[in-house]
């Protein structure tokens, strides 16, 4: 693999990474510096050819990859995953709940179906696979949970569904650091700010436009995120250096979390 710019060679030896939504962007991103840090990675999505492309190029580079669909809404398919996962490496170790999408639309105009799907993935599917890896944790005497959320802390004009949802985890994330913390699974959250990734290709032109135009306006470091960003952070709890964070939220926004709006209300 390629070295991490960061980290040492061996940060994550032998442990067993899953990240949900591997195939593209943050989350490929992440699995590739775990694997160049010698974790065994484990990437689900849902669309196969994406996500064997990237557990190919993996491999070609000498990572160790466990690849498999995945669908996080569907419960029934989480937990044999899970075991998949297990039976191939022998262990949960940490679990970056990366999985998510939406779409940008005034609140109004979210209709049921709409607004049902995007919690479902953003909050049930991040709990399905939470609860179904905390089992596993929970039996080996410990883990990490990592869930990417997204700057929402003055609400999110514009995407009210994934707002709501990304709170959820946010507490989610709190309640189970508490109550997990006998377990010795430690519970945090990454927060990307605007991040150049696949996920930005999903917006419709006009969105993609202003996010390259103007939105850099409104982050008090005037340029948006790179997917390494996201990633080191998800390392750095990952690693022994998050031995004492849990419940915690880092966010990776540029100091956007502070100052200015993504979206007009
Ligand atoms: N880019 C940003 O600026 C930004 C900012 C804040 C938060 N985030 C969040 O960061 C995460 C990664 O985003 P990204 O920018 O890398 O976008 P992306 O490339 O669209 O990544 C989303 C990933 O989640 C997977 N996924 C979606 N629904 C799924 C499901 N039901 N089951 C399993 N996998 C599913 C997708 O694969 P399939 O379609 O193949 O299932 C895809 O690999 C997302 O949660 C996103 O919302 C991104």
Redesign the pocket.
Known sequence: MRPSEIYRPDLLKDKVVVV??G?????RVIAEECAALGARVAI????EE??NAAAEAMREQGAEVFAQT????EVDQVGPWLEAVKERFGAIDVLVN?????FPSPAMGISPRGWRAVID?NLN?TWNMTHAAAGHMMSAGGGRIIN?V??MWRGFPGMAHTGAARAGVVNLTKTLSLEWARHNILVNAVA?G??R????D?YPEAVRQSIETTVPQHIPLKRLGKELDVAWSVVYLASPAGDYITGETICVDGGQAHWGMVFQP
Do not use: E, M
Not at 70 to 73: V, Y
């Open positions: 949900t939504g195939g593209s962007g943050i989350g689900g999505a849902r669309k994406r996500l995945l669908n996080i809404r990366n999985a998510g999408g939406q993935t599917g990417i997204a700057n990307p605007v991040i990734s696949s996920g930005l999903t």
